[in-house]
């Protein structure tokens, strides 16, 4: 949990660097004619009547004949969301207009709001040509599937938390926790990308503004670990609180992959991971009561490296130097906290307290977060040189 | 005066930087108004395109500041960052400091090379009043730019930066026959309290300005450039000068209100300079020659107890007078010290030459405050820089003396120490900190 969230301001700044497509959904004049698409959805088809569109302004006139709500979206390649419509209920009609430049797009259908959808493929010609780099967009794509992996298998692992604390049973609800953080932590720029599931799951005791009460207004894991590590009681707002992570977890579940993700969103996310650890970790400050910061601080590392190995085919046709630098820092960093496992074999997640270090310790770790993070800040310029 | 004169005034070359500016020499004859500043240049790639951008936006009313009222901290001009030795040490003392001392943390010897040659690079940049690399803005947006921009608009405010090598290097790149006899580890003094995050250090960069900002703007950048490389280990922040190296000026005081230093080594005595801080042709080993030897420590002050001792008690532990700064039975601050008339554990007596077989260091400390130690009380002192010519001959022998009888020992402790050789200057463009040693 960072106090400020997420780069808006770079995504939307990359977005509009990288695309300059703009998508909305207001209803405007009906245009008619040329660039209108009938897209007709029902519980299994999402049929469309043009596949060959035009450059400039798009309407999508949607009508859902099926049984259950859907959405429909147009969507880039890479799955980033072009313009899209939400709760399109049976029966009903709706409207959902874009200006496209020529390219490559997807129509997809989500009958009851869920899945991958039914896609068509479209093509927009004529105009100016969006110029992307398709390595980019792959990119992207991987990634976005990434950020979903970790999100559907970190709830299971929850699962295991917040069973045992639902069942009193402190012992093995403490060796669950770190283990269900993983996922979150790997990801955790895409999971703050929506700005109310993060202070609902990851805030920590300080996090809470004033007038907010400690007792009724705190949730999530930390409020968890306390009660864990600190209070050595599970009661029933305990168990009432592991429920509502359940239920918090699984929003962000259903809504990871719909997060604006650009290459250089993604770089910068790799830098914010650091920072994470530069900010909250490397301090002892994240798991001040079950200490279990190098957990974190190594899910964090992984999720950075996930992101850096995806961009890193095009960052080092740019910039061979920095890609050469960040395998090395890297490598020199996962070695450090390789020195803090306590057995388990290389890929365990098994290790010292963080209250067991000493300043020299942290100090060596702090050093090896700012040798990375620093040239990690300039992925996104070797990122954005091709587009 | 001398302010742009690097060691003796004769050999203050000027600084070719990447535009073509003659930097170092505009900045040093005419440091408000010709010279391209941080304001004025977005950097050095592209420079036409540069400064084409700097006068659509609002730098040239900014940059001609001549019907504006200056602070004086703004004032200062560029002081020559090339010569045959490194500024910091010899020219006139700035008023601020920012002190910092690295530990390395590769072991590949080329990327060390590399990056003394970047820092050295960005030294002559910020030395100059230049932003670092493509400048603080109007890069990528989704990129950090390359410098960090606090100091865009600032004067050069006559900053200075100076590397030294610590212990540590020699060993760390198998150089320790290069080691020079003279960078010799100290000994324990009596009363020493040895803070080791608060000493040592295989690097150390000093920056002096007349502006704070620009002094914490320098460290801050090369501390970027050499993450990675290089990691800060502890740094000092120093204000108000204690000892000057321009006896003309007015000799400044210390936090227990003393004159100390009035018989500084001056800047512009080039015999007292040759015979005591700079290492001679002969002193060996040859890529010393120039350089000099600086001993570094953090001296905590009990200010608060100073503060409840008689005036008279104080004069004495000083040995002069607290108003004038006169030694014990003279009436002017510069007058020749009566040794024999002072107290035999007074501060003056025991520090100087006379006492300790003519040992001579240049001292160039500051002032500190941290703000309070938690128990209410000042964490404050002396942040003591002395250059010497060699270690044995300069602090040792008179940190022996005062450590053994000063009077003053009841009011301070020595809290963090370091020793450094700093090595010769950077001669031209295409010379880099360091070569001497590593090329």
Redesign the interface.
């Known amino acids: 949990m960072r106090p400020v969230r997420l780069s808006a301001a770079?995504a939307v700044?990359?977005v509009a660097?990288l695309t300059a497509v703009t998508g909305c959904t207001e209803k405007s004049e009906a245009k008619g004619g040329d660039n209108t698409v009938e897209v007709t959805a029902t519980d299994d088809k999402c049929d469309v009547s043009e596949t060959k569109l035009s450059a400039g302004h798009v309407e999508l006139a949607i009508e859902n004949k099926g049984s259950k709500v859907t959405e429909v979206y147009l969507l880039f390649p890479d799955d980033r969301i072009v313009s899209e419509r939400e709760n399109i209920g049976p029966g009903t009609k709706q409207k959902l207009t874009a200006e496209v430049k020529s390219g490559s797009y997807q129509i997809a259908c989500k009958p009851g709001m869920k899945g991958d959808g039914i896609r068509q493929k479209v093509t927009v010609s004529g105009g100016k040509t969006v110029k992307r780099d398709p390595r980019l967009d792959k990119s992207v794509a991987d990634y976005r599937a990434y950020a979903q992996e970790q999100a559907d298998a970190t709830l299971p692992k929850v699962k295991v938390f917040t069973d045992a604390v639902r069942k009193g049973d402190i012992e093995a609800a403490k060796k669950a926790y770190a283990n269900s953080r993983i996922g979150w932590e790997r990801t955790e720029p895409v999971a703050e990308s929506f700005g109310d599931i993060d202070p609902k799951v990851d805030v920590r005791e300080d996090g809470l503004e004033e007038g907010q009460d400690l007792a009724k207004d705190w949730t999530g894991w930390h409020r968890l670990e306390r009660a864990l590590w600190k209070d050595k009681k599970i009661g029933g707002r305990e168990k009432e609180l592991a429920t509502r992570l359940d239920k918090d977890l699984k929003d962000w579940q259903n809504r990871v992959g719909k997060a604006e993700i650009t290459p250089?969103s993604m770089?910068?996310g790799a830098k914010e991971l650091l920072d994470e650890v530069a900010t909250g970790k490397v301090t002892g400050e994240e798991e001040r009561y079950s200490h279990t910061d190098l957990v974190d601080f190594k899910a964090n590392v992984e999720g950075a490296e996930k992101a850096y190995g995806l961009l890193k085919a095009v960052a080092s046709e740019n910039d061979p130097a920095l890609t050469k630098?960040l395998d090395k820092?890297f490598a020199a960093l996962d070695k450090l906290l390789g020195e803090y496992r306590t057995g388990g074999g290389k890929d365990s997640y098994t290790f010292t307290s963080y209250d067991k270090l000493d300043?020299a310790d942290t100090?060596e770790l702090s050093?090896g977060v700012?040798?990375?993070?620093?040239?990690l800040?300039?992925l996104?310029?070797a990122v954005?040189k091709s587009k | 005066m001398t302010d742009t004169t690097n060691d003796t005034g004769t050999d203050s070359a000027a600084v070719p930087d990447e535009t073509g500016n003659d930097a170092g020499a505009a900045s040093a004859s005419a440091p408000s108004s010709s010279s391209p500043s941080r304001r004025s240049l977005l950097g050095w790639g592209g420079a036409g395109l540069a400064l084409g951008a700097a006068v659509t936006g609002g730098a040239v009313a900014v940059a001609r500041s001549g019907d504006e009222a200056v602070p004086a901290a703004s004032a200062g001009g560029a002081v020559a960052f090339l010569g045959k030795h490194q500024a910091g040490i010899a020219t006139p003392v700035q008023d601020r400091l920012h002190f910092a001392a690295f530990d390395v943390k590769t072991d590949d010897r080329e990327e060390f090379v590399q990056l003394l040659k970047d820092w050295t690079k960005a030294a002559a940049r910020m030395t100059a009043g230049h932003e670092v690399g493509e400048g603080a803005y109007g890069g990528l947006t989704e990129a950090p730019p390359d410098d960090t921009g606090e100091a865009l608009g600032l004067k050069p405010s006559r900053l200075t930066l100076t590397i030294g090598f610590g212990p540590g290097l020699f060993e760390k790149f198998d150089l320790s026959d290069r080691r020079p006899e003279a960078l010799v580890d100290l000994p324990k003094f009596p009363g020493d309290n040895l803070d080791k995050s608060r000493g040592g250090g295989d690097l150390c960069v000093q920056a002096c300005a007349d502006d704070p900002q620009v002094a914490v703007h320098a460290i801050r950048n090369l501390a970027r450039i050499g993450f990675g490389k290089v990691a800060v280990r502890w740094s000092q922040l120093g204000f108000g000068k204690t000892s000057s190296t321009t006896p003309g000026a007015q000799t400044p005081r210390n936090l227990f209100g003393f004159k100390d230093g009035t018989r500084n080594v001056s800047g512009d005595d080039n015999s007292a300079l040759a015979e005591h801080v700079w290492v001679g042709e002969k002193d060996g080993p040859g890529w010393m020659a120039g350089g000099s030897y600086l001993v570094a420590r953090r001296i905590r002050m009990n200010v608060e107890t100073w503060d409840r001792t008689s005036l008279g008690e104080q004069e004495d532990i000083f040995g002069r007078d607290k108003g004038e700064g006169a030694p014990v039975g003279k009436a002017k601050e510069h007058d020749k010290p009566f040794l024999k008339a002072m107290k035999p554990t007074s501060h003056v007596r025991l520090a100087h030459p006379d006492s300790n077989d003519g040992a001579t260091i240049l001292r160039r400390g500051y002032s500190f405050t941290d703000g309070t130690d938690g128990l209410g009380r000042l964490d404050a002192g002396l942040f003591f820089l002395a250059y010497q010519r060699d270690v044995r001959t300069g602090f040792i022998p008179v940190q022996r003396s005062l450590s053994r009888s000063d009077a003053l020992n009841e009011y301070i402790q020595h809290v963090g120490s370091a020793v450094f050789a700093i090595p010769p200057g950077v001669r031209d463009k295409d010379d880099w900190w360091g070569r001497a040693l590593f090329g």
């Open positions: 770079t700044a990359a660097a250089t770089a910068n630098e820092q300043k100090k050093d700012n040798a990375l993070a620093e040239p800040s300039k996104a310029a954005a």
